[in-house]
């Protein structure tokens, strides 16, 4: 039964047949019809294609909260009301119901193009307000799904242009200083202590552009999901930490200390994968640090694990921006305010270099005790 058996029914045999005929298009419509009576908006009538977006509900003669509290939230109830006070009728597009489904227990998010129109009974009866929902949800959805599309392509298109003007920006450095060195040798070939320091400097920033290069195709392996292949060989983290320091000192002049708490520490692990993590936290550390003090280098064995921890002061890394700092292209707000140029992937191939020898990384930043970036390295990682 969709309506109650105690509504009123004109005499008229006129109006009788028309109500009639208005009741076979109401309840033989392929679109959900409802309609609610008096400013209550009690349930009076609606169709199967109404009752199917509240299977199992009992819902005839109830208030619209009552059979459907979950409503309570939403813009139908106030709608409803403001169609009944003022007799203009509506169009919803879109309209977001939260509606518990009672077959999993889930609350669902459900769209609805809904039309609201007032009806008159006659003097002395309460008006009636006559809704035909149309579900849209698919279509909401999909459009959502497209929209977070073009989001994410258009996020991916900004971050790839930055990226390759901070890379360009970068390797601008290196290849100034060869091009410059190379002037300088053209200039001295009669002087051999000025072309050995010179090409020296020459290959220092090869090499500083051969690791740039490095880092783009290994960040470009992680972000597919692909591992980084490391060869394990014999080192002295000390010494590994001894040459980055020395060419970092060639940029940025005596700004670094060194603090060993062993006398040696040796692991199994790739040189030039150690020197490239280390290289990237001392240069951030130099880059976001305060520029008064000093970047703090510390370095100890315990358990089984090699850590490394590179510590600098200056405005501390955010609890939101520290979930960000290791995934690709992801920079800290106080990176992007501090108007340095960054690619977005050196912490992202810290983490990845540290993965591959079965070790970690984290970072602990406040504005008491600074920030630092600790590496934690097992001295014998297992061979993948």
């Known amino acids: 039964m969709l309506m109650p058996e105690s509504s009123p029914y ?16 109401f309840y033989g419509c392929d679109t959900p019809m409802v309609l609610f009576k008096g400013p209550e908006l009690i349930y009076e009538m609606f169709n199967e294609k109404y009752q199917s977006i509240y ?59 809904t039309t609201f129109s007032r009806i008159s009974y006659g003097e002395g009866e309460p008006y009636r307000i006559l809704a035909t929902p149309r579900e849209v949800t698919a279509r909401v959805l999909n459009r959502k799904k497209l929209e977070d599309s073009l989001r ?12 390759v003007s901070a890379l360009t920006h970068d390797l601008r450095t290196p290849m100034a200083i060869a091009k410059v060195g190379s002037q ?6 009669d002087k051999q ?20 290069i490095r880092d783009l195709l290994d960040a470009n392996r992680l972000k597919v999901g692909a591992g980084i292949n490391v060869t394990l060989q014999e080192c002295h983290l000390e010494l590994i930490v001894s040459y980055v320091v020395n060419d970092l000192e060639k940029l940025h002049g005596k700004r670094f200390q060194v603090k060993c708490l062993q006398d040696l520490i040796i692991g199994h692990w790739d040189n030039l994968a150690i020197h490239r993590m280390i290289e990237n936290l001392a240069s951030n550390a130099i880059k976001y640090g305060s520029y008064d003090s000093d970047v703090i280098i510390t370095l100890k ?18 609890k939101e921006d520290q979930a960000l700092l290791f995934t690709h292209f992801g920079r800290s707000s106080t990176a992007l305010k501090s108007g340095q140029t960054g690619w977005g992937i050196g912490l992202a191939l810290v983490k ?20 630092t970036f600790f590496v934690s390295l097992p001295l014998e990682p297992k061979k993948k």
């Open 352 to 371: 990845g270099l540290a993965e591959a020898h079965a070790g970690s990384v984290r970072v602990e930043s406040s504005a008491e005790t600074g920030t």
């Open 301 to 318: 064995c315990e358990n089984g694990f090699a850590e490394i921890a590179i510590h600098n002061e200056g405005k501390p890394i955010s």
């Open 184 to 189: 300088i040798i053209k200039l001295n070939k």
């Open 152 to 163: 994410e392509l258009q996020e991916e298109k900004d971050l790839r242009e930055r990226f």
């Open 193 to 212: 202590d000025v072309i050995v320091e010179t090409a020296d400097r020459i290959a220092a920033s090869v090499d500083r552009a051969d690791r740039m």
């Open 10 to 25: 004109p005499t008229d045999p006129k109006i009788i047949a028309e109500q009639k005929k208005f009741e076979a298009l």
């Open 55 to 113: 299977p199992g509900r009992d819902l005839l003669t109830k208030p619209l909260l009552v059979a459907v509290p979950e409503l309570q939230d939403s813009l139908f109830p106030k709608i409803l009301k403001k169609v009944y006070e003022t007799g203009e009728a509506f169009f919803s597009q879109e309209g977001l119901a939260c509606i518990l489904n009672k077959t999993t227990g889930a609350v669902e998010e459900r769209y609805f193009d």
